[in-house]
């Protein structure tokens, strides 16, 4: 595959993006634990400032569980909540360990997560032989900063070592492509591997197959 004309490197989002999750499992694996329904654990769990803290490393896993206990009204042990937490990862998004090698071929590829550490501790290990795809990884609780904050992009251009415009960024979430916009990204929302693929295609004019 040729390189593009209009960028030098592709950044990702990682969640919906590159691996599909599912909160509703962890749900499940802490109603199951806590002899509750899942539907009671869901309708009272939040991305909550405690949530966005654990992202930012502000805080530490046994911190954020704590939390949980408090926000859920379940008294879990910290196993028991990391075994719901780390059960959120489904699968590689169909079709996304044929793409990634494709496009590495032709220019860097780089990641951009909001995160934690129990979860990047997990999916980087899961996701391995995947995530060799790319040049290296971003993740916000090292970063202390998260999405859609624009001044973290703007952090992670300049230490890829791409102007911010030469760089295209992809986000299943509206607010995360706004702000790497107004760090001056190309960034599009891709809700599915086939928006993906055409933004690659029509936008950047990169020769994929369909």
């Known amino acids: 595959m040729a390189r593009s004309d209009s960028v030098d490197a592709l950044l990702f989002d ?26 009671a654990v869901a309708e009272h ?5 405690a949530y966005e803290a654990h992202e930012c490393g502000k805080i ?17 042990s910290d196993q ?20 990634l090698p494709e496009l590495a071929s032709a220019m860097p590829l780089y990641l951009f997560s909001n995160t934690n550490a129990a979860h990047h501790a997990y999916w980087s290990e899961q996701y391995r032989a995947l995530l ?3 040049s290296a990884i971003f993740c916000s609780h090292q ?5 859609p904050s624009p001044a973290v992009f703007r952090r992670i251009a300049d230490a890829i070592g791409v102007e911010p415009g ?11 492509v706004h702000g790497a916009r107004q760090a001056g990204l190309l960034a599009f929302h891709v809700a599915s591997m086939r928006d993906l693929r055409q933004a690659l295609v029509n936008d950047l004019q990169l020769s994929i197959a369909l």
């Open 14 to 39: 990682f969640g919906n993006i590159v691996v599909d999750i599912d909160f509703s499992r962890a749900f499940e694996v802490w109603a199951r634990a806590a002899g509750v329904s899942p539907a």
């Open 45 to 49: 769990f939040s991305f909550d400032t």
């Open 60 to 76: 530490e896993c046994a911190q954020y569980f704590s939390s949980l206990r408090e926000l859920l009204g379940i008294a879990l």
């Open 80 to 99: 028991q909540f990391l075994a719901g937490w780390n059960a959120i990862f489904v699968q590689p998004t169909p079709g996304m360990s044929e793409l």
């Open 132 to 134: 060799e795809n790319f």
């Open 143 to 147: 970063l202390g900063a998260r999405k």
């Open 166 to 176: 030469r760089l295209a960024f992809f986000d299943d979430l509206p607010e995360n």
